[in-house]
């Protein structure tokens, strides 16, 4: 009844951009949190950037200065905005959103790959 979706990966140049998007649909009543993670090969899942419902938000240090967190909750969607993108930044991308009445759900990952 509820589902979260992830968009937007894909194969980009160092230096290059991309925008990743995560809307939520279903039943959804409301939306707490939602943050964008990511998990590159041998390593554990990090939390890339988060945004409160009031649109408070914080980044990891090695994507501060690079990467944007925004949403628009009149249709339950999360961005991330990704420029100066760099080899390792490359990883599946989840989002996570906190849904009043449902919990934290995950989106199935998008594949951002930097070339080198």
């Given amino acids: 009844q509820v589902q979260?979706?992830?968009?937007?990966?894909?194969?980009?140049?160092?230096?290059g951009s991309l925008r990743l998007s995560c809307a939520a649909s279903?039943?959804?009543f409301g939306i707490n949190d939602m943050g964008w993670y990511r998990q590159a090969p041998g390593k554990q899942r990090e939390?890339?950037?988060?945004?409160?419902?009031?649109?408070q938000t914080n980044y990891?240090?090695?994507?501060?200065?690079?990467?944007?967190?925004s949403r628009d909750n009149a249709i339950n969607t999360v961005y991330?905005?990704?420029n100066s993108l760099k080899p390792e930044d490359t990883a599946v991308?989840?989002?996570?959103?906190?849904?009043?009445?449902?919990?934290?759900?995950w989106g199935q990952g998008t594949q951002v790959t930097v070339s080198s």
């Fill in 80 to 82: 991330l905005q990704m």
């Fill in 93 to 105: 991308y989840y989002c996570n959103a906190a849904l009043i009445a449902w919990g934290g759900r």
């Fill in 47 to 55: 939390l890339v950037a988060a945004i409160t419902s009031g649109g």
């Fill in 26 to 28: 279903g039943r959804i």
């Fill in 60 to 69: 990891a240090d090695s994507v501060k200065g690079r990467f944007t967190i």
């Fill in 4 to 15: 979260v979706v992830e968009s937007g990966g894909g194969l980009v140049q160092p230096g």
